[in-house]
């Protein structure tokens, strides 16, 4: 599975984004999916995370009620909807699949390349 995220750019504080995690393969309905992001200098940080048919999902708390993580198998797509965004959100966002669980703690097994979201004061 080779993923691709993309939709990243500039927003202001208040703005929303919607970043999109483009997948090749015909078995990516069957991974699980997960958001991460990074800033330099800092580990990487869980965002959110859907199951292969999306019907669960998990946020990390800083961004639950603001983010929303979705997925549209027949495209092979999964999708992050970031509302409310905040200057602490700017960083760069990753998308990942794992085939065997989900959530913050899974092993992923492959990884996009990222894209970069930054948020004005």
């Known amino acids: 599975v080779q993923l691709q995220a993309s939709g990243g750019g500039l927003v202001q504080a208040g703005g929303s984004l919607r970043l999109s995690c483009a997948a090749s393969?015909?078995?990516?309905?069957?991974?699980?999916v997960g958001w991460f992001r990074q800033t330099p200098g800092k580990e990487r940080e869980f965002v959110a995370s859907l199951t292969w048919n999306g019907y669960s999902t998990d946020y990390a708390d800083s961004v639950k009620g603001r983010f929303t993580t979705s997925r549209d198998n027949a495209k092979n797509t999964v999708y992050l909807q970031m509302n409310s965004l905040k200057p602490e959100d700017t960083a760069v966002y990753y998308c990942a699949a794992s085939s065997t669980a989900w959530g913050s703690t899974a092993n992923y097994d492959f990884w996009g390349q990222g894209t970069q979201v930054t948020v004005s004061s």
């Open positions: 393969g015909r078995t990516f309905g069957r991974y699980a």
